[in-house]
T-cell receptor, first 117, second 109 residues
Framework: GAVVSQHPSRVICKSGTSVKIECRSL??????MFWYRQFPKQSLMLMAT?????????EQGVEKDKFLINHASLTLSTLTVTSAHPEDSSFYIC?????????????FGPGTRLTVL | GQSLEQPSEVTAVEGAIVQMNCTYQ??????LSWYQQHDGGAPTFLSY????GLEETGRFSSFLSRSDSYGYLLLQELQMKDSASYFC??????????FGDGTTLTVKP
């Protein structure tokens, strides 16, 4: 149980285009989903917290107009990187917290590797 | 805010026991989690401690001392496949986790 999927797993795009990444909880309802980015050999940096039906809460320094987050249902959250630039190239990972399980347990998706040319 | 400290690298041999430490500073502490991440992969959940003491799951054990703001992950009977990065993360009453910079474990034959 507690499976989280992400799509696509890998994307290469041209500078200036927008990219949408989907995060789905497959076998549980996610009350909260998180979006992280991770640069090589570095830790996970939280970008935003997403609750179903409400606006996402962005961490300091994360541009909400550039990284659009939509949490349309208890099983789906999307991250859209708008007008992507090479510096946005990174590993984007979502995670979800369900109603069951110990508090604070996050189940991670497999990640999306974004390369902006 | 929150801050966590982990040693950057640890090396051990197959079959040995290794302990990876994590110290933290935070407010609104709920619990400490541990995650494993192999190169190119996403983190996977290993354990969660909300109370003081030792939690054991197979070859993995995790310890927490809330009074010392300290925890550790213990791996026994090390295998080559245990080579990975290990992150501790504090979960707070803000409803989110902050991750440490991780410890890279290298297991040698």
């Amino acid at each position: 149980g507690a499976v989280v999927s992400q799509h696509p797993s890998r994307v290469i795009c041209k500078s200036g285009t927008s990219v949408k990444i989907e995060c789905r909880s497959l076998d549980f309802q996610a009350t909260t989903m998180f979006w992280y980015r991770q640069f090589p050999k570095q830790s996970l940096m939280l970008m935003a917290t997403s609750n179903e039906g409400s606006k996402a809460t962005y961490e300091q320094g994360v541009e909400k107009d550039k990284f659009l987050i939509n949490h349309a249902s208890l099983t789906l959250s999307t991250l859209t990187v708008t007008s992507a630039h090479p510096e946005d190239s990174s590993f984007y990972i979502c995670s979800a917290i369900g109603l069951a399980g110990p508090r604070g347990t996050q189940y991670f998706g497999p990640g999306t590797r974004l390369t902006v040319l | 805010g929150q801050s966590l400290e982990q040693p950057s690298e640890v090396t051990a041999v197959e079959g040995a026991i290794v302990q990876m430490n994590c110290t933290y500073q935070t407010s609104g502490f709920y619990g400490l989690s541990w995650y494993q991440q192999h190169d190119g992969g996403a983190p996977t959940f290993l354990s969660y401690n909300a109370l003081d003491g030792l939690e054991e799951t197979g070859r993995f054990s995790s310890f927490l001392s809330r009074s010392d703001s300290y925890g550790y992950l213990l791996l026994q009977e090390l295998q080559m496949k245990d080579s990975a990065s290990y992150f501790c993360a504090v979960y707070t009453n803000a409803g989110k986790s902050t991750f440490g910079d991780g410890t890279t474990l290298t297991v040698k034959p």
